[in-house]
């Protein structure tokens, strides 16, 4: 069983770059890059509060999935 991040799905519906949620979440453009390119092997809850505060996403199942 695997838990991805679906950042860049996410980020494609709302024609939105790494580059401006990176400036919109104040996290730094590799730990998006890595969040979207499932590169992390965990995940920092601060930075997923981050960034689904300003995805504004309210079901989780929008940006996670169990493979």
Do not use: C
């Not at 601060?46 to 999935?65: C, G, W, Y």
């Amino acid at each position: 069983m695997e838990l991805t991040v679906k950042l860049k799905e996410v980020l494609s519906a709302r024609g939105m770059s790494q580059i401006e949620l990176a400036e919109k979440t104040g996290l730094t453009r590799t730990v998006i890059s890595e969040l979207a390119t499932n590169r992390r092997t965990s995940v920092n809850r601060e930075h997923i509060t981050k960034v689904i505060q300003a995805l504004e996403i309210t079901d989780m199942n929008e940006i996670f999935e169990v493979k």
